[in-house]
């Protein structure tokens, strides 16, 4: 099974400025990785998938990067609707689909 | 527009069973995979079950293989998960997920419903 990691735990940022997240896979899941964001309350809502694919809808402010075992999710100007969880997920060897424990994005 | 909506849910006994629906509308749900993916009471996402367009392939999380049986109905645009022989740790929200189509990642979600084992 593929562990995903993801750091920092918790990122604080003032909004406007610039978000970097951080995922790394145990071993090589090519460019087969998706981000998704979690508010409160709510379901995940997929961001991007294929590394760098934004999903339908999602403001080009947030983009993907990264193969391998690293990859980056940047949000280049932190809007009040995005703080929340960010979770990356990989399936590039499944069963089973495996998810990042997450990094809360908060206010500083 | 894309609504999944999840149903089935609520407290039960440990070692006793439950299921769950997912109802599918504003796509044709005969042409996506669909996924059960778990979430304990402040913590992560867990990738529960999948299951092809036809029901030809079906996999399951270790954690769950043996108690839960992952279904799907096409002509009712419904998805279901039995859950068997459930344990504290099994209490989540349950969310169906629709597979994306070209990827293996999770485009539509519903907004999940609620499972809680207790004596």
């Known amino acids: 099974e593929i562990v995903m990691t993801q750091s920092p735990a918790t990122l604080s940022v003032s909004p406007g400025e610039r978000a970097t997240l951080s995922c790394r896979a145990s071993?090589?899941?090519?460019?087969?990785l998706a981000w998704y964001q979690q508010k409160p309350g709510q379901a995940p809502r997929l961001l991007i998938y294929d590394a760098s694919t934004r999903a339908t809808g999602i403001p080009a402010r947030f983009s993907g990067s990264g193969s391998g075992t690293e990859f980056t999710l940047t949000i280049s100007s932190l809007q009040s609707e995005d703080f929340a969880v960010y979770y990356c997920?990989?399936?590039?060897?499944?069963?089973?689909?495996?998810f990042g424990p997450g990094t809360k994005v908060d206010i500083k | 527009e894309v609504h999944l909506v999840e149903s089935g849910g609520g407290l039960v006994q440990p070692g006793g069973s439950l299921r769950l629906s997912c109802a599918a509308s504003g796509f044709t749900f005969s042409s996506y995979s669909m996924n059960w993916v778990r979430q304990a009471p402040g913590k992560g996402l867990e990738w529960v079950s999948y299951?092809?367009?036809?029901?030809?392939?079906?996999y399951y999380a270790d954690s769950v293989k043996g108690r839960f049986t992952i279904s799907r109905d096409n002509a009712k645009n419904s998805l279901y998960l039995q859950i068997n022989s459930l344990r504290a740790e099994d209490t989540a929200v349950y969310y169906c997920?629709?597979?994306?189509?070209?990827?293996?990642?999770?485009?539509?979600w519903g907004q999940g419903t609620l499972v809680t084992v207790s004596s």
């Open positions: 299951i092809s367009i036809f029901s030809s392939t079906i």
């Open positions: 071993q090589s899941v090519s460019s087969n």
């Open positions: 997920q990989q399936y590039n060897n499944w069963p089973p689909v495996t």
């Open positions: 997920a629709r597979g994306e189509y070209s990827s293996g990642s999770f485009d539509y």
